[in-house]
């Protein structure tokens, strides 16, 4: 059992987004953070003339998604190790949930779209582990077959 299958990889855009709202000043308002995440990163000149501008929040939530993909792919586990990480997974959604009402700083649509990615990691996790063990142990209908 590694550290890999055991930890939510959506830990990893929270820390990032827990230090850029926490750099710089304690207690940010989410008035500096968002200017933070709207600030132009990168641009990218497209093919129809127009310039692609990336910012922070945008490589954030990018970075969120591709995090949730292979959080889905994990939660096809049954096992010690799946439950492990259905139960931290559900752990994060909750400190999220906490700073988002609790902090100036996380109440951002960039974070309220990553807390909703977290949760829909715990619903999906514990959804198809229910699936993958109805599916492994066959369970009767009452019809005495």
Known sequence: MGLFTVLPLMIVPIVIYNIMAWAGATFASAEQVRMR????FQSVHMASGADWVITPGHGLLTLSLIMLFFELLKS???????VMNHAFSMVLFIICLVEF??????ATSVFFLIMLMALMDVMAGFMVTIASARRDFAVSDGFGD
């Open 37 to 40: 995440l709207n600030e132009p």
């Open 76 to 82: 096809t586990g049954i096992g010690r190790a799946a």
């Open 101 to 106: 009402l609790m902090f100036e700083a996380f």
